[in-house]
């Protein structure tokens, strides 16, 4: 079979692969785009509960997590939230904010797959599903990708596969073998965005499976005031998410019950409800359950006339600052991305390609950035997928 010859290979037909296909192939390069999973964009068909939390309105660099924090700035300032819905509305497809910045279509995740390879096809970019990658080999300013279903061979390649979170999705780690494989380091990657898990003796909270409520919560100097989800293993729900990207194994998740309180609530409570127990106040804020739980757990017993100002401060301190110490996480089967990644300090931040390996990129997932909840990840693979697409 003869090789085929392309100015770029792209490995990964996700969000990232695809962005940079189109930009690439509008610009006259010669792009073949190769996945081994049997369709394109399969997590974005199934983000944001199917309509896609496509771009963030507050997309800034301290929204991300990398050993190297400035990295993403230039990318993400070149391709902002603002470019991308442009691309969205020139598609025509209707759009809305949720909260928070969050911008999801309003029919279906389907779209933006659609968008992509209409833009792709602009481009005359070729994409090739269950292609897998069988070896990838560089020798006089060239590579060459043996993939099933032939070979070919380009002057870039662009690695865009992703994180190896969700397995059963078709992820993979194989970007950090490919990049180990060129000599690039490779920051440990780790679950992040994933529901915690709470030790055994934490099993009343866990009986609590399905109540939700709106908290503060907080590992280290990192606060998120979200809602929080009790589930039969543990914590999960936005805030927990968000906390567990920056949640080291050991440390301790400080939750606060009553983020809308002002210092003295309590106390306040039993000057005006004095006849009123500690559950029945919890249950003006507080889901019934989660309120008898939390009421048991303080000790604060019988009506809150009878407590001494000193027990319901203590209380109330207790309820702001409630301290779980998670046992792990449900790992990369529920992570929505992966933190960590191929090590950008070996990457230019202007193009994504690799310093000491002329031609070689790295963009999207892959990539040690990392982004918050609430559409950051998507917006991190358009940028870093033109970054590149601008550059090949
Ligand atoms: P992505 O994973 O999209 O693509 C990688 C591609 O490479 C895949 O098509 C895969 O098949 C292919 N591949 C992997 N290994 C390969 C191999 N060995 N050979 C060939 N191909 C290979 N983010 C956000 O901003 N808003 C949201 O609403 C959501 N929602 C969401 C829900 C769920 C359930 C998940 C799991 C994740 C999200 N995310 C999200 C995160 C978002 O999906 C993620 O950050 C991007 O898809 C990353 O884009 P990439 O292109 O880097 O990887």
Known sequence: MTQ??????????????????????????????????????????????????????????????????????????????????????RHGIAWHEKTLGQLFCDGSARQIVAMLLD?????????????????????????????????????????????????KMGATGFAYDLARQFGLKVVQPRPALVPLTLPAEEALFRELSGVSTPVAAKVGKTSFAEAALFTHRG?????????????????????????????GWLVAAKRARPKASLRRVLEDALPSRLAEALAERVGVA??????????????????????????GSEGFAKAEVTAGGIDTRGLSSKTMEATKVPGLYAIGEAVDVT??????????????????????
């Open 119 to 167: 833009e792709c096809a602009m481009g005359a970019v070729e994409v090739r599903c269950e292609a897998a990658v069988s070896a990838v080999s560089h020798g006089e300013g060239r590579f060459t990708v043996g993939f099933s279903g032939g070979d070919a061979s380009a002057a870039s390649l662009v690695i865009a596969t992703g994180g190896p979170s969700i397995p």
């Open 235 to 263: 914590l999960s729900g936005p805030a927990i998410l968000q906390v567990s990207s920056y949640w080291q194994r050991g440390e301790e998740v400080g939750i606060d019950f009553a983020p809308e309180e002002d210092a």
């Open 4 to 89: 085929q010859t392309y100015d770029a290979i792209i490995l990964g037909a996700g969000a990232a692969g695809l962005m940079c296909a189109a930009i690439a192939g509008q610009r006259g390069r010669r792009v073949l785009v190769l996945d081994h999973a049997p369709e394109v964009g399969r997590k974005i068909v199934i983000s944001g509960g199917g309509r896609c939390n496509f771009t963030n309105l507050h997309t800034a660099p301290d929204r991300y997590l990398s050993a190297n924090p400035h990295f993403a700035r230039s990318a993400l300032s070149r391709y902002t939230a603002q470019d991308f819905l442009a691309l969205v509305e």
């Open 371 to 392: 982004g918050w909840l609430g559409g950051y990840n998507f917006q991190w693979a358009w940028a870093s997928g033109v970054a590149a697409g601008q550059a090949v």
């Open 302 to 327: 019988g009506d809150l006339g009878n407590v001494s100002d000193k027990a319901l401060t203590a209380a109330e301190g207790r309820l702001a600052d409630w301290r779980f110490l998670p046992d």
